[in-house]
């Protein structure tokens, strides 16, 4: 009787620490996902953007159909500096550190640009990567 109470107290704590082992591990992998997620998932470009490797690519590939020197929709170049920060007829197209108040940041966000079916849209990585760059200043060097 004894013997067996003892094997159950034994039983019992082995268990009780496969628990906590089992605790432990979600622990460090929940952790893991909470710090390196952003980063191994790609949704956090680091820092700071680079605006002739990162961002003006992506816009000349994208963009450039419709809003290059010689074709300028809307008197809007964006394949280069100049363009960039001189806007459109309508007025500047990025507000440095204001993305929201940015319509080219707009566009990208609510699809509109490049325009039905003329380009892919932006994808949530590629969104930030424009975030970001204008929340630093939209710095064109
Ligand atoms: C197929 C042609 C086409 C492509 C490609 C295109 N656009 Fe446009 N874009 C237009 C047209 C047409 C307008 C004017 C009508 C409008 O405002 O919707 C415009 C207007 C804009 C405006 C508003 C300018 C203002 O001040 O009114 C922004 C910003 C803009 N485009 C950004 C972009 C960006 C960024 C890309 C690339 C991701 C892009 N566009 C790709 C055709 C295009």
Not at 31 to 36: D, E, G, N, S
Not at 67 to 91: F, M, P, Y
Not at 115 to 130: H, M, N, R, S
């Amino acid at each position: 009787m004894k013997h067996l109470r003892i094997l159950a107290h034994q039983q019992l704590t082995s268990l009780a620490s496969y628990r906590l082992l089992n605790a432990a591990v979600f622990c460090v992998v929940a952790f893991c996902i909470v710090a390196f997620g952003g980063v191994a998932f790609g949704t956090e470009p680091p820092s700071p953007i680079d605006f002739k490797k990162q961002v003006l690519p992506l816009l000349k590939e994208r963009c450039s159909k419709c809003h290059s020197e010689d074709v300028r929709i809307v008197g809007l170049t964006l394949t280069t500096a100049e363009g960039i920060k001189k806007g459109s007829q309508n007025g500047p197209v990025v507000i440095p550190q204001k993305a929201i108040d940015s319509p080219l940041y707009k566009r990208l966000k609510q699809e509109q640009m490049p325009p039905g079916g003329e380009g892919k849209v932006f994808d949530a990585q590629e969104l930030e990567l424009i975030r970001k760059w204008i929340e630093e200043g939209a710095k064109t060097e």
